[in-house]
């Protein structure tokens, strides 16, 4: 079954309430192509904001803590952002892996926590620049996905609906230079074939796979064009309406999907 392509933004620790205005363009563009599904996760201060003014784009958190709640000084519990409005957690991103220390077990720990609050997960994975050099990317990312994502005993029923894996090699993220489409293509394959391994071919199938790095609105089109792309995850270029709706645009061609 077709399902539309997921273009989400991942607005990092960029916006204020000033940004309002971007997040109101971008919905108002999104209500105009909607064979396109349009996402954006911003700072968690803009999760309610958003949501209380959005008529089409769905709202995400960047994050979310593993527990339910409890004395955590600074973080911020999965029924916490959807209380606030959020529909989906990215989870796993790089910049928390590396910038956090965040292990595969505590990322999976979080998958579980969204999961229980109602939330559709974001599973990031990514090697980095030294890893795909040493010829070690493709088992890398087997190996972190699998120990990141929910276990098959514990994966939800609707597991296609609730989870979307975004392959984000940290080479290419915020870099301005995307992996190539053969690199796309190779790993995004490796996935599919992983998740249906995982959750067995009905299921597997069905999961999206997006990917992110220095997506643009100039090589969108050549990027949702890769077999086994089903949208795409945008740092910087998801800050602008202009980009972000041009990278969107891209992924409603008739001719790509
Ligand atoms: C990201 O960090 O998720 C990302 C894809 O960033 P950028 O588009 O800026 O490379």
Redesign the pocket.
Known sequence: MARRPYIVG?W?MHGTRAMLSEARAIDRAAQRHMKVEVALAPPFTLIHPIHREAEQISVGAQDCHHADGGAHTGDISAAMVADAGAKFV?LG???RRTGHGESDALVRAKAAAALAAGLRIIM?CGESGETRESGRAVAFIKKQLKASLPAPADAPADLAERITV?Y?PIW????GT?ATTADIGEMHGVIRQLLVELYGEEQGREVRIIY?????PDNAAEIFAVPEVSG???????LTADSFMGIALAAGEPSDH
Do not use: M, P
């Open positions: 991942n990092k990215i991103h790089s910049e990031c975004a984000e290419a993220i915020g870099t995307a992110g790095g220095s997506v643009k795409a995850l945008v740092g910087g270029a998801s």
